[in-house]
């Protein structure tokens, strides 16, 4: 490793990290530790840690304490945007306080890696206290404007053109190139587009490939200040802010006839901007952030204040909004319960694109090189998501049954370590996040899909698992949990084998079954592609949202 690191004041295109000066580094995962290690890996460097913001600022000392006597020498955040990094502030002081030789901050969005000096510190450390006045000003104007606003408005009533028109889709939050929200938003506009429409997308940073492929006109607000970047809540409040005000100008431009929304912490930009326009608000309902804010978050105790906020501003949405699209019966009781009214609630459940599906396949590979039955998997091995379950069932199976699970996340380290304790890990091939394309490819190569998600104690299953139509579109044999929408969608014994979620003889049972079978689930895999073609693409969703939409506003 040779080449030079930037001064505070020159930036310098990544390349490796010089190694002349600094033996161990320590890496601060300003953006997750996935991201992280894959820049550890480009940059070709083993960090004796990669530390998440919980973990540096749980306990500072201790973590001072434990970088002194394992020898650290170097430090460095790593940020895939450091221009729109939460809590730039304290991952700067973090790394300023520790005992180290040297300090950098690498920003992927820039190809940059910036030296931290003492007088950059000393700088950041005299603005904070304007920064927190700016942000505290900042906040409560956008409150009363809030407030102010839902007392002197009132809803429009504005008929949808029947013969399409133009949408003003808001996507708050826009991050990485997979995922399910990605495959949510890139299909209903998709599907929206495929009934007439034009999609002009109002966002609040530039969006991944697949989502600029299905619009057509496109707004980015710029990123917001560092004093505006103090925690996550500060962003997306000063986000809703602006996304309005730049959706005014935008919706002048577009003359949309609706406004479609993914549901966001504290974002009413769709709901203001509905009344402000006198168009129709169609508010994208993934499940309730209230209350994965305090099920499922991690806030630090100064984040807390802003709990009623993202009260106010939900129910507030909720009442603004015609149409309430929720993925799944659960999510929709969820949005009953914080005050959405039943005429305008629908559910919608997730669906696929049969076009994008073929033309994926069309003209790949599909074999993954195995020798005997392969099973599929794809998710994000979240704790829902039956990874583990995957790997045991393996572990049960015939020795020449092999497995491919496409994805990343948290808990795929500790997959990986299953696998090693039941001696299946030769038997797994851990892709990692891929792209679309290739994950579909992958997971056509299969014998075999399997989707046995797990209920969390006392939490209910809300989602609607994307991946769940592409397995059905894909003409493979699926073998799945009955788990609320996934035992809706499937027919155990037509379009796939259900089992009961968590029990591991029935999943392993049902596999079997299925590779001992005459035709090896065949039928199953024809079944479950005919009723993706006929109830499950995103077209049938955006017809229902435009037929629901014309009822409420008849």
């Known amino acids: 490793m040779s080449a030079a690191v930037a001064t505070e004041s020159t930036a310098a295109t990544l390349s490796p990290i010089p190694g002349s000066a600094v033996g161990r580094w320590v890496v601060l995962a300003a953006s997750g530790r996935r991201a992280a290690e894959s820049f550890a890996h480009e940059q070709g460097i083993s960090p004796a840690w990669i530390l998440t913001k919980h973990e540096i600022f749980a306990d500072p000392r201790e973590l001072r304490q434990r970088i002194t006597t394992a020898g650290i020498d170097g430090a460095l955040v790593h940020s895939v945007d450091w221009q729109r990094q939460q809590n730039p502030q304290l991952y700067e002081f973090a790394l300023a306080a520790m005992p180290v030789k040297e300090r950098l901050i690498a920003d992927d969005a820039q190809r940059s890696i910036h030296r931290l000096t003492p007088a950059r510190s000393a700088l950041r450390a005299a603005r904070l206290p304007a920064d927190l006045a700016r942000a505290g000003v900042g906040i409560s104007a956008e409150a009363l404007r809030a407030t102010w606003n839902r007392k002197t408005n009132t809803k429009g009533r504005v008929r949808v053109r029947s013969d399409g028109g133009t949408i003003l889709a808001i996507w708050p939050s826009p991050g990485g190139d997979f995922g399910g929200s990605i495959t949510h938003i890139t299909g209903i506009l998709n599907g929206f587009r495929r009934q007439g429409f034009q999609i002009g997308l109002l966002t609040s940073s530039p969006p991944p490939g697949p989502v600029r492929a299905v619009i057509d006109d496109l707004e980015v607000i710029d990123a917001p200040t560092a004093a505006m970047r103090l925690t996550g809540d500060t962003v997306m409040i000063d986000a809703n802010r602006r996304l309005t005000q730049a959706g005014i100008s935008f919706a ?71 149409v309430v699209a929720a993925v799944s019966t659960e999510a929709a009781d969820m949005a009953l319960n914080a005050g959405a009214s039943h005429e305008r609630t629908i559910v919608l459940p997730n669906a696929v694109d049969i076009e994008y599906v073929d033309a994926s396949l069309s003209g790949g590979q599909l074999m993954n090189g195995h020798v005997g039955p392969l099973l599929g998997w794809a998710g994000s ?21 092999q497995l491919v699970m496409v994805g990343d996340g948290d808990e795929r380290g500790a997959c990986e370590n299953l696998a090693d304790g039941l001696g299946v890990s030769d038997r797994i091939e851990f892709t990692g996040a891929i792209s679309r394309p290739e994950t579909i490819r992958r997971l056509a190569g299969c014998d075999l899909l399997l989707s046995p998600h797990v209920p969390l104690p006392d939490t209910p299953f809300f989602g609607s698992p994307t991946k769940l139509f592409e397995y059905m579109a894909l003409d493979r044999p699926i073998v799945a949990s009955r788990l609320a929408q996934i035992g809706e969608v499937l027919q155990d014994g037509v379009t796939a084998r259900l089992v009961t979620p968590g029990v591991l003889e029935e999943l392993v049972d049902a596999i079997r079954e299925v590779l001992d079978s005459e035709d090896q689930g065949r039928a199953l895999g024809h079944a479950a592609r005919r009723d993706a073609e006929s109830n499950h693409t995103w077209e049938d969703r955006a017809r229902s949202v435009l037929e629901h939409l014309d009822r409420v506003q008849s």
């Open 252 to 322: 002048q431009t577009l003359a949309p006839s609706f406004i479609y929304q993914r549901h966001s912490p504290f974002m009413l930009a769709g709901a203001e901007l509905s009344r402000a326009c006198g168009i129709p608000l169609v508010l994208e309902w993934n499940g309730s952030e209230v209350w994965v804010r305090n099920n499922w978050q991690v806030n630090l105790p100064v984040e807390r204040v802003f709990d009623p906020l993202v009260i106010a501003a939900e129910r507030a949405v909720l009442a603004d909004a015609h």
């Open 381 to 401: 091995f979240g704790p829902w998501h039956g990874a583990e379950m995957a790997v045991r069932a393996l572990a049960l199976l015939p020795a020449d049954v």
